[in-house]
């Protein structure tokens, strides 16, 4: 298990970019795949961007491909979302979670640990 803090929530014009990063307690980071999950009201908690232990293999929803990379910096027990060209409709609270293990996880619930969320608003 690790704890995980994120920062870098705001408001973004649409079009505009902005960073999250999360980083996690411990030595063992580099022992978890990481993933950035979102959740907007009244819609389910979805997998937008997720990285494997390494940095080597990454996934992202057919929502943000193209506009978000997901990245880590395993000696800085740090993981970031950066989201460019935003969209109103990327407005939500989000979320990075951590799975120990190699692989890249694509599902909310094969994520064990979990940061307080980061709440994104996106003005038109």
């Known amino acids: 298990q690790v704890q995980l803090v994120e920062s870098g929530g705001g408001l973004v014009q649409t079009g505009g970019s902005l960073r999250l990063s999360c980083t996690a307690s411990g030595r063992t980071f580099s022992m978890y795949a990481m993933g950035w999950l979102r959740q907007a009201p009244g819609k389910e908690r979805e997998v937008v961007a997720a990285i494997d232990w390494n940095g080597g293999s990454t996934y992202y929803a057919d929502s943000v491909k193209g506009r978000f990379t997901i990245s880590r910096d395993n000696a800085k027990n740090t993981v970031y979302l950066q989201m460019n060209s935003r969209k109103p409709e990327d407005a939500a609270v989000y979320y990075c979670?951590?799975?120990?293990?190699?692989?890249?996880?694509?599902?909310?619930?094969?994520?064990?640990?979990w940061g307080q969320g980061a709440q994104v608003t996106v003005s038109s």
């Open positions: 979670a951590a799975r120990k293990g190699p692989s890249v996880r694509l599902l909310p619930r094969e994520y064990d640990c």
